[in-house]
């Protein structure tokens, strides 16, 4: 039972460059969740998904976009890299109105 | 919207002593309240959920709770240990989607 997967664990990216951060859960949880937390700014959401197949945007969507590819997995895209997403992003997962489980985060640097 | 401030900011205490983190929320409509642990470089660990309809939740030192009404959560964490050090962040789920707002979170250090 891993819990709640990320990959990578860091990267860094050319500006403009795209990628994708990978997140996986293997507790069965309907609701993922992707954050971004920089220092003095705390944790801000970025997109989540209450079950398989819908996704919402969350507080910072901008520059992002996000697939349910299945219940395990949600991952979040960058189109073109900018230096201010240049953070730290955590995947979580949860039953609803339950814990809600993080994974070990992405640190992401944009030059 | 949900506001959720967590005071102080930094504490740093020695060894031993007994200590209160606080967390206060705007809007009392909360269907829980979560507790974490994030060590530097670190993802968060759960420490503690408390659902609306609970008044404190405990697990070995730790002991939260919840007030509502006053729109307060405390974490009390007894006989403090440098293995303790760690920031500590409050979540409170309010609203139709169950979506957590976070804390800023108070960056602990226990010396010895």
């Known amino acids: 039972n891993a819990g709640v997967t990320q990959t990578p664990k860091f990267q860094v990216l050319k500006t403009g460059q795209s990628m994708t951060l990978q997140c996986a859960q293997d507790?069965?949880?309907?609701?993922m969740y992707w954050y971004r937390q920089d220092p003095g700014m705390g944790l801000r959401l970025i997109y989540y998904?209450?079950?398989?197949?819908?996704?919402d945007k969350g507080e910072v969507p901008n520059g992002y976009n996000v697939s349910r590819l299945n219940k395990r997995e949600f991952s979040l895209r960058l189109e073109s890299a900018a230096p201010s997403q240049t953070s730290v992003y955590f995947c979580?997962?949860?039953?609803?109105?339950?814990?809600?489980?993080f994974g070990p985060g992405t640190r992401l640097t944009v030059t | 919207k949900q506001e959720v401030t967590q005071i102080p900011a930094a504490l740093s205490v020695p060894e031993g002593e007994n200590l209160v983190l606080n967390c206060s929320f705007t809007d009392s409509a909360i269907y829980n309240l979560q507790w974490f642990r994030q060590d530097p470089g670190k993802g968060l660990t759960s420490l503690l959920l408390i659902q609306s309809s609970q008044r404190e939740q405990t697990s070995g030192r730790l002991n939260a709770s919840l007030d509502k009404s006053s729109g307060r959560s405390t974490l009390y964490i007894a006989a403090s240990q440098p293995g303790d050090s760690a920031t500590y962040l409050c979540a409170v789920s309010s609203g139709g989607s169950y979506i957590p707002t976070f804390g800023r979170g108070t960056s602990l250090i226990v010396h010895p």
């Open positions: 979580a997962s949860a039953v609803p109105s339950y814990e809600q489980y």
């Open positions: 507790m069965n949880h309907n609701s």
């Open positions: 998904s209450a079950s398989e197949g819908t996704t």
